[in-house]
């Protein structure tokens, strides 16, 4: 029998897009490959991909304790009917419930991913501060099982929990990002005509929609030639969705033009000359190294995340978080230099392929696998 692995994730699109290649690589290797996650259309997808699809009732953001519930025990009894030997758990709620499973059903081998912190880590009110405390509590339990690797996108994630719950240091792993395609996200030239800047990524306060928003006003005031794309979905079941009523009036006033959802992120980047995500904290975004892999300059924050996916000064420019006033100065001086921009994107693109490439971060997480597991059956 092949030794099978199964992910728990909250969303089959995230796990589409950020993590397909591993699991195809998985299923190269001999492994029989499982994904639960809620319905939301996919399913088709990871079905003519060779995986096997569970429904798995979960939600990113609720706090309903009977619904919280509900999802620990079905994340319980799959496990427990699927027994696989190999558990890949996704983002906060798959790693804790998935892990508290792992312990109680003495699973072989587990994988925690955490892809960032979180909004319960960056804000500071007391409702924020009472759930990262429950949280930091959850995840010591879920962390406890011996045959487990805990993988972080950058240090200052991985230094944070660690302090707060005080788990092994073997027990972790630095996997910077979830890696590119370069054969897909590929260097082009700068489109001609008046520049654009865009901002992809979803539409949530702490994503610096708001700080984009404004920057682009301040340029459009001082007469900046350039056109501000903003591409995304809301979500409205998390706690910072940008309403639609503002949407509305930035596009009615002209400062951007809003795109909702699309696909063909490469596409857009190419008729891009800027990419832009003022975010007050990330794992390591994948919008920043499909950038980088396109050729195409980075303005962005100077959080946690973010920082490590440029080298500032040369692949893109830091400027600190809700500061638009920065962000729209570094805009303007990138596009007043021509030669800049095209530098920028070639050390981009090189940087992608020596630190992002889609290819390191399968074979770190088949390294794992192995370690884990042993060979496949």
């Known amino acids: 029998m092949p030794s099978r692995l199964l992910f728990l994730v909250n969303s089959s699109s995230y ?49 309903n304790i009977f619904f919280e519930i509900k999802t620990f025990f079905s994340i319980y009894f799959l496990i427990k009917k699927l027994t696989p030997d190999l558990l890949h758990l996704i983002t906060i709620k798959p790693v ?126 001082k007469k900046v030639e350039a056109d501000f794309w903003l591409v995304g979905e809301t979500d409205f079941s998390y706690p910072s969705p940008i309403p639609r009523s503002d949407l509305e009036e930035w596009e009615n006033e002209g400062l951007l033009k809003v795109f ?36 195409r300059p980075v303005i962005t924050t100077d959080v946690p995340g973010c920082r490590d996916a440029i080298i500032e000064g040369e692949t893109g420019f830091l400027v600190p978080p809700k500061d638009s006033k920065k962000l729209a100065e570094r805009i303007q001086f990138l596009l007043s230099n021509k030669n800049l921009l095209e530098k920028m994107g070639q050390a981009g693109r090189k940087h992608a392929e020596e630190n992002f490439s889609l290819e390191r971060v399968i074979e770190a997480h088949l390294e794992i696998y192995s370690n884990l597991v042993g060979k496949v059956q």
Do not use: W
């Not at 639960?36 to 990113?60: F, N």
């Not at 994630?157 to 395609?181: C, H, P, W, Y």
């Open 15 to 63: 796990f589409l897009s950020h993590r397909i290649g591993i699991a195809l690589a998985a299923k190269e290797q001999g492994y029989e490959v499982h994904v639960a996650s809620p319905k939301d259309g996919e399913e088709e997808t990871l079905k003519e991909r060779g995986i096997i699809h569970h429904h798995l009732p979960i939600s990113r953001t609720s706090i």
């Open 96 to 221: 804790i419930y998935g892990g508290i499973v792992s312990r109680l059903l003495g699973i072989k081998g587990v994988v925690s991913a955490i892809p960032g912190l979180g909004y319960v880590y960056i804000s500071t009110g007391v409702k924020a501060r009472v759930l990262r405390f429950l949280i930091n509590c959850l995840y010591k339990i879920s962390f406890s099982k011996k045959s487990l690797k805990i993988v972080f996108q950058n240090e200052d994630d991985m230094q944070t929990l660690r302090e707060a719950i005080n788990f092994k240091k073997t027990k972790s792993i630095l996997i910077r990002g979830s890696g590119v395609d370069l054969n897909e996200y590929k260097k082009t030239s700068f489109p001609e005509g008046k520049p654009v800047i865009s901002m992809i990524s979803r539409l949530q306060e702490d994503k610096g929609v708001n700080e984009f928003a404004a920057a682009a006003k301040i340029l459009k005031e």
């Open 260 to 295: 909702g959802y699309r696909k063909d992120i490469n596409a857009l980047m190419s008729g891009s000359s800027i990419i832009v995500l003022p975010s007050y904290r990330e794992g390591l975004p994948k919008v920043l190294i499909e950038a980088a892999s396109c050729g």
